[in-house]
């Protein structure tokens, strides 16, 4: 037990004694809570649209103006022949053309049906899916507006209609911070414990302390503990400044139990730290053990669930994200800040990171080698 105090008291001076250290641990996730959040926007807004009026009608005027009314569009213009508005698309100055045909008003009265041309600039693919589903959803409410405009309605409609209702549980609001924000927070821990503590190790390598650490009597898991220990003190200290900026600036409060999430993250950020570690004892310089932290981060982040729902994934990928720790805490903050789960809902995700963290430092203790 003295031993892996002395290590501690060590390793606490290290940390302190380097500012870049500090400000890394305990400035850099603050910066980016709250400014990735407020970039991270799901909604695509501002769509640049030329518009190809041939029609001149009272109905094409409408149906522009109810586009335009919809805050996602901007009106880049009216060109008189696709030519022109082609040339927008090409130049990058529009997004979306939409072309109404010289009958569109005769056709939609007189045969009850007409059709408009819209061209995609599809070189963002995500503002192209979003822009055009967003111009077909309010160009077929303009339909159904002039539709219930012909109808006359009598007692009992002749022609059935379906309504739909909906309720948003959890995210009343449907604000994307709600449940960008928790997951957000699991990165920036994530990055924190996983580089820093790949960095540890191998740094004793660099400046050569490590060859006094093998000549001297201290046991491998003890030596690994004294390493541990600090940078799980440090997490979840970045962690509790994580969620204290939610509340002030965001206003997020969990409906679940603060005690949960720490619960969770204490066993998250032994896991983490372990793969660090594992990392740090087989590579040989600082250099190896970013590049290596920063490929297994990047494909942690992108397979964890935060930008791209899981069940979307093929199915090769869907199975990478069972071994991926960062998807488990990503789905638990979810779960406790929005809907309030208990231990009992998240028990399955503690099991299973429990075990990631068994595993990981159990192999980290087993790779670090005392021999020169």
Known sequence: MRTILFILEKEFRQIFRDPTVLRLMLLMPVIQLIVLPMAADYEVKNIRL????????TY?????????SSGYFLLDGSMS??????????????DLVLEIPADFEKNLVRENNSQVFMAVNAINGVRANLGSAYLSTIIRDYNESIRLK??????????????????????????????????????????????????????EKEIGTIEQINVSPIRKHHFILGKLIPFWIMGQFVLTMGLTVARVVYGIVPAGSYGLIYLFSSVYLLAILGLGLLISSYVQTQQQA???????????????????????????????????????????????????????????????VMGFALVLNTWAVLAYSKRQ
Not at 50 to 57: A, G, I, M, P
Request: charged share 15%; proline share 3%.
């Open 81 to 94: 022949n696709m030519a022109s508005a082609m040339n927008e698309v090409e130049h990058d100055r529009a």
């Open 150 to 203: 012909w109808i006359q309605q009598p007692r009992s409609n002749p022609e059935p209609r379906i309504e739909t209702t909906n309720s948003n549980w959890y995210n009343v609001h449907m604000n994307y911070r709600q449940f960008m924000v928790p997951g957000i927070l699991v990165i920036l821990l994530t990055m924190v414990g996983a580089i820093l503590s790949a960095l540890n190790i191998v740094r």
């Open 290 to 352: 970013m590049l290596i932290s920063f490929f297994i981060m990047m494909v942690s982040i992108l397979l964890g669930g935060l930008y791209t729902s899981i069940e979307s994934m093929p199915v090769w990928a869907q199975y990478i994200t069972r071994f991926n720790a960062v998807s488990y805490f990503i789905e638990v903050m979810r779960m406790v800040v929005l809907k309030g789960s208990g231990l009992r809902d998240i028990s399955r995700h503690l099991y299973t």
């Open 50 to 57: 030329v518009v190809l009026d041939h029609d001149k009608s």
């Open 60 to 68: 094409a005027r409408q149906m522009v103006s109810k586009i335009t």
